[in-house]
Protein backbone atom coordinates (compact mmCIF):
# COMPACT_ATOMS: atom_id res chain seq x y z
CA UNK A 1 0.00 0.00 0.00
CA UNK A 2 1.33 3.43 -0.95
CA UNK A 3 1.93 5.59 1.80
CA UNK A 4 -0.06 8.50 0.02
CA UNK A 5 -2.82 6.12 0.67
CA UNK A 6 -2.40 5.82 4.56
CA UNK A 7 -2.33 9.13 5.01
CA UNK A 8 -5.36 9.91 3.43
CA UNK A 9 -7.17 6.99 5.57
CA UNK A 10 -5.93 8.34 8.61
CA UNK A 11 -7.11 11.92 7.40
CA UNK A 12 -10.62 10.63 6.41
CA UNK A 13 -10.73 8.81 10.13
CA UNK A 14 -10.04 12.74 11.59
CA UNK A 15 -12.53 14.24 9.56
CA UNK A 16 -15.20 11.71 10.98
CA UNK A 17 -14.42 11.68 14.19
CA UNK A 18 -14.41 15.43 14.05
CA UNK A 19 -17.30 15.60 12.40
CA UNK A 20 -19.12 13.71 15.16
CA UNK A 21 -17.03 14.84 18.36
CA UNK A 22 -16.93 18.27 17.34
CA UNK A 23 -19.49 19.56 15.01
CA UNK A 24 -22.35 16.92 15.84
CA UNK A 25 -24.13 20.40 16.79
CA UNK A 26 -24.20 22.23 13.14
CA UNK A 27 -27.25 19.83 12.66
CA UNK A 28 -28.75 20.32 16.17
CA UNK A 29 -30.14 23.84 16.52
CA UNK A 30 -31.15 22.52 20.04
CA UNK A 31 -27.36 22.37 21.04
CA UNK A 32 -26.36 25.18 23.68
CA UNK A 33 -23.44 26.27 21.39
CA UNK A 34 -25.79 27.74 18.70
CA UNK A 35 -26.55 30.67 21.27
CA UNK A 36 -22.65 31.25 20.75
CA UNK A 37 -22.16 30.19 17.01
CA UNK A 38 -25.43 32.14 16.17
CA UNK A 39 -23.78 35.40 17.93
CA UNK A 40 -21.39 35.48 14.53
CA UNK A 41 -23.50 35.54 11.95
CA UNK A 42 -22.61 35.49 8.81
CA UNK A 43 -19.07 35.56 9.60
CA UNK A 44 -19.59 31.83 11.30
CA UNK A 45 -21.50 30.94 7.90
CA UNK A 46 -18.98 32.02 5.64
CA UNK A 47 -15.81 30.67 7.21
CA UNK A 48 -17.77 27.16 7.68
CA UNK A 49 -18.63 26.93 4.37
CA UNK A 50 -15.37 28.04 3.05
CA UNK A 51 -13.70 25.54 5.30
CA UNK A 52 -15.66 22.51 4.54
CA UNK A 53 -15.16 23.32 0.78
CA UNK A 54 -11.87 23.52 1.23
CA UNK A 55 -10.71 20.32 3.69
CA UNK A 56 -13.24 18.44 1.94
CA UNK A 57 -11.80 18.87 -1.77
CA UNK A 58 -8.47 19.09 -1.48
CA UNK A 59 -7.60 15.34 -1.46
CA UNK A 60 -8.74 15.64 -4.55
CA UNK A 61 -5.66 17.56 -5.84
CA UNK A 62 -3.15 14.74 -4.65
CA UNK A 63 -4.84 12.58 -7.33
CA UNK A 64 -2.46 11.91 -10.59
CA UNK A 65 -5.14 9.90 -11.53
CA UNK A 66 -7.92 12.51 -11.44
CA UNK A 67 -4.88 14.91 -12.96
CA UNK A 68 -4.11 12.91 -15.49
CA UNK A 69 -7.42 12.08 -17.04
CA UNK A 70 -9.68 15.48 -15.55
CA UNK A 71 -7.57 18.18 -15.80
CA UNK A 72 -10.41 20.73 -16.38
CA UNK A 73 -11.99 19.53 -12.77
CA UNK A 74 -8.64 19.42 -11.12
CA UNK A 75 -8.04 23.32 -11.64
CA UNK A 76 -12.07 23.68 -11.24
CA UNK A 77 -11.01 22.00 -7.51
CA UNK A 78 -7.71 23.75 -7.47
CA UNK A 79 -9.69 27.14 -7.65
CA UNK A 80 -12.53 26.10 -4.95
CA UNK A 81 -9.93 25.55 -2.77
CA UNK A 82 -7.71 28.42 -3.05
CA UNK A 83 -10.99 30.60 -2.79
CA UNK A 84 -12.22 28.96 0.59
CA UNK A 85 -8.73 28.97 1.77
CA UNK A 86 -8.64 33.00 1.13
CA UNK A 87 -12.00 33.21 2.90
CA UNK A 88 -11.56 31.05 5.67
CA UNK A 89 -8.06 32.06 6.89
CA UNK A 90 -9.37 35.59 7.81
CA UNK A 91 -12.90 35.40 8.46
CA UNK A 92 -11.42 32.15 10.98
CA UNK A 93 -9.06 35.33 13.03
CA UNK A 94 -11.61 37.49 12.99
CA UNK A 95 -13.93 35.64 14.69
CA UNK A 96 -11.73 34.45 17.39
CA UNK A 97 -11.19 38.58 17.28
CA UNK A 98 -14.58 38.69 18.11
CA UNK A 99 -14.48 35.61 20.97
CA UNK A 100 -12.33 37.98 23.38
CA UNK A 101 -15.70 39.49 24.05
CA UNK A 102 -17.02 36.53 25.67
CA UNK A 103 -13.55 35.77 27.31
CA UNK A 104 -10.87 34.51 25.63
CA UNK A 105 -7.85 35.43 25.46
CA UNK A 106 -5.79 37.86 22.73
CA UNK A 107 -3.12 34.98 22.64
CA UNK A 108 -5.99 33.00 20.91
CA UNK A 109 -6.17 35.72 18.29
CA UNK A 110 -2.65 35.61 17.50
CA UNK A 111 -2.57 32.00 17.17
CA UNK A 112 -5.51 32.12 14.84
CA UNK A 113 -4.00 35.02 12.89
CA UNK A 114 -0.66 33.16 12.65
CA UNK A 115 -2.54 30.23 11.06
CA UNK A 116 -4.72 32.15 8.75
CA UNK A 117 -1.02 33.63 7.75
CA UNK A 118 0.53 30.92 7.25
CA UNK A 119 -2.36 28.96 4.92
CA UNK A 120 -3.13 32.19 2.82
CA UNK A 121 0.92 32.65 2.16
CA UNK A 122 1.35 28.85 1.31
CA UNK A 123 -1.86 28.42 -0.55
CA UNK A 124 -1.07 31.78 -2.59
CA UNK A 125 2.64 30.48 -3.32
CA UNK A 126 1.11 27.22 -4.97
CA UNK A 127 -1.38 29.00 -6.85
CA UNK A 128 1.38 31.55 -8.58
CA UNK A 129 3.56 28.65 -9.24
CA UNK A 130 0.16 26.03 -10.97
CA UNK A 131 -0.48 29.68 -13.17
CA UNK A 132 2.99 29.62 -14.12
CA UNK A 133 3.14 25.93 -15.18
CA UNK A 134 5.71 25.03 -12.46
CA UNK A 135 4.16 21.97 -10.94
CA UNK A 136 6.80 20.24 -9.21
CA UNK A 137 6.70 23.59 -7.21
CA UNK A 138 2.94 24.10 -7.30
CA UNK A 139 2.59 20.33 -5.61
CA UNK A 140 5.02 20.86 -2.70
CA UNK A 141 4.04 24.41 -1.85
CA UNK A 142 -0.03 22.70 -1.88
CA UNK A 143 1.21 19.98 0.49
CA UNK A 144 2.29 22.84 3.02
CA UNK A 145 -0.98 24.91 2.09
CA UNK A 146 -3.01 21.48 3.09
CA UNK A 147 -0.75 20.67 6.10
CA UNK A 148 -1.72 23.98 7.51
CA UNK A 149 -5.22 23.41 7.22
CA UNK A 150 -5.29 20.50 8.49
CA UNK A 151 -4.70 21.69 11.93
CA UNK A 152 -7.98 22.40 12.39
CA UNK A 153 -8.75 18.72 12.41
CA UNK A 154 -5.34 18.10 14.14
CA UNK A 155 -5.79 19.92 16.83
CA UNK A 156 -9.74 18.73 18.11
CA UNK A 157 -8.72 15.55 17.77
CA UNK A 158 -5.23 15.47 20.20
CA UNK A 159 -7.47 17.60 22.51
CA UNK A 160 -10.61 14.93 22.31
CA UNK A 161 -9.24 11.77 22.39
CA UNK A 162 -6.20 12.91 24.99
CA UNK A 163 -9.50 14.34 27.25
CA UNK A 164 -7.31 17.68 27.13
CA UNK A 165 -10.12 19.93 26.26
CA UNK A 166 -11.51 19.68 29.37
CA UNK A 167 -8.13 21.29 31.01
CA UNK A 168 -8.68 24.92 30.02
CA UNK A 169 -7.39 27.48 27.69
CA UNK A 170 -3.94 27.04 28.39
CA UNK A 171 -3.49 23.76 27.04
CA UNK A 172 -6.10 24.07 24.22
CA UNK A 173 -3.70 26.89 23.19
CA UNK A 174 0.05 25.08 23.75
CA UNK A 175 -1.77 22.09 21.46
CA UNK A 176 -2.53 24.66 18.77
CA UNK A 177 1.04 26.02 18.55
CA UNK A 178 2.34 22.81 18.59
CA UNK A 179 0.52 21.58 15.84
CA UNK A 180 1.15 24.89 13.58
CA UNK A 181 4.77 24.46 14.54
CA UNK A 182 4.72 20.97 13.33
CA UNK A 183 2.47 21.29 10.00
CA UNK A 184 5.54 22.75 7.47
CA UNK A 185 7.65 20.29 8.97
CA UNK A 186 5.63 17.17 8.74
CA UNK A 187 4.71 18.93 4.76
CA UNK A 188 8.53 19.23 3.79
CA UNK A 189 8.54 15.81 5.21
CA UNK A 190 6.16 14.39 2.58
CA UNK A 191 7.61 16.33 0.07
CA UNK A 192 10.93 14.78 0.42
CA UNK A 193 9.84 11.35 0.88
CA UNK A 194 11.77 9.54 -1.00
CA UNK A 195 15.23 11.84 -0.80
CA UNK A 196 14.83 10.81 3.38
CA UNK A 197 14.42 7.42 2.48
CA UNK A 198 17.60 7.16 -0.12
CA UNK A 199 19.44 8.38 3.12
CA UNK A 200 18.16 6.15 5.70
CA UNK A 201 18.67 2.88 3.64
CA UNK A 202 22.11 1.68 4.13
CA UNK A 203 24.65 1.80 1.39
CA UNK A 204 25.61 -1.36 -0.29
CA UNK A 205 29.20 -1.56 -0.82
CA UNK A 206 30.03 -3.49 -3.99
CA UNK A 207 31.87 -6.94 -3.13
CA UNK A 208 34.82 -7.25 -5.43
CA UNK A 209 35.83 -9.67 -7.72
CA UNK A 210 38.38 -12.19 -7.15
CA UNK A 211 40.79 -12.41 -9.67
CA UNK A 212 40.67 -15.81 -12.03
CA UNK A 213 43.88 -17.40 -12.84
CA UNK A 214 44.50 -17.28 -16.05
Not at 35 to 62: D, I, R
Not at 146 to 154: G, M, S, W
Not at 160 to 184: F, M, Y
Amino acid sequence: MRAKYVVFAVILLMMGYVANHNERFVVEPQNPAWEHYGTLGWWFVLHTLAGASALLLAPLQFSDRLRRRYPKVHRIVGRIYVAGAFILAPFGAYMQYLDEGVGLSRTFTVASTVDATLLMVTTGIAFAFALRGRIAQHRQWMTRSYAVALVFFEVRVILGITGWETLGPAVTEAVVWGCLACSLLLADLANHWQEIGSIVRPVRTPVARKAQPT
